[in-house]
T-cell receptor
Framework: AQKVTQAQTEISVVEKEDVTLDCVYE???????LFWYKQPPSGELVFLIR??????QNEISGRYSWNFQKSTSSFNFTITASQVVDSAVYFC????????????FGTGTRLLVSP | DAMVIQNPRYQVTQFGKPVTLSCSQT?????MYWYQQKSSQAPKLLFH???????NEADTPDNFQSRRPNTSFCFLDIRSPGLGDAAMYLC???????????FGSGTRLTVV
């Protein structure tokens, strides 16, 4: 069965620091998608990225970057020069391998960025 | 423009009083999901619809029901809310052809 592990429960940084959120996954699929979502205090889930397992290139979007390592089943997320607005809970997820592929979420990492 | 809309954003209901949460979509996606997210936990799937076919998760309590009268709308009915049902309820849609998920902004339910 699919499983996502986010070992970091909470991370606190000071503004402008770089921070990396870890995600390790287990899957029986040979091809799959991986996702990152941001959940600010208001509660909505904000889509950040979807990565196909075929594509192992790192991706950068502004201050955000993702490092996908298929060999270690990791899909880590780095925020460069963090800002207070980055404070949120971040979830890593992948679709279940059966049925209509509900998203299986990790337990989330709460990021606190202080001024 | 919001593509998955959940109403209301905040809902307060009394213990034991039936409550309905709504979700609508403009994406014409064939799959719709309802997730429950309790404080400091990951979202947990309650059920999903593929078109009109309803699929319940094995551990979803009978107290939770759902209706999908058409492609655009899906409702979550809680027949007799208990204090333990206080949570954020998230609706999501998915187009099976493309694989992307779209979440609504959620309804935060308080039971008093």
């Amino acid at each position: 069965a699919q499983k996502v592990t986010q070992a970091q429960t909470e991370i606190s940084v000071v503004e402008k620091e770089d921070v990396t959120l870890d995600c390790v996954y287990e899957t029986r699929d040979t091809t799959y998608y991986l996702f990152w979502y941001k959940q600010p205090p208001s509660g909505e889930l904000v889509f950040l990225i979807r990565r196909n397992s075929f594509d192992e290139q790192n991706e950068i979007s502004g201050r955000y970057s993702w490092n996908f390592q298929k060999s270690t089943s990791s899909f880590n997320f780095t925020i460069t020069a963090s800002q207070v607005v980055d404070s949120a809970v971040y979830f890593c997820a992948l679709p279940a391998d059966t049925g209509f592929q509900k998203l299986v979420f990790g337990t989330g990492t709460r990021l606190l960025v202080s001024p | 423009d919001a593509m998955v809309i959940q109403n209301p954003r905040y809902q307060v209901t009394q213990f034991g009083k039936p409550v309905t949460l709504s979700c609508s979509q403009t994406l014409n996606h064939n799959v719709m999901y309802w997730y429950q997210q309790k404080s400091s936990q990951a979202p947990k799937l309650l059920f999903h619809y593929y078109d009109k076919d309803f699929n319940n998760e094995a551990d979803t309590p009978d107290n939770f029901q759902s209706r999908r009268p058409n492609t655009s709308f899906c409702f979550l009915d809680i027949r007799s809310p208990g204090l333990g049902d206080a949570a954020m309820y998230l609706c999501a849609t998915r187009d099976l052809r493309h694989g992307g998920y779209t979440f609504g902004s959620g309804t935060r339910l308080t039971v008093v």
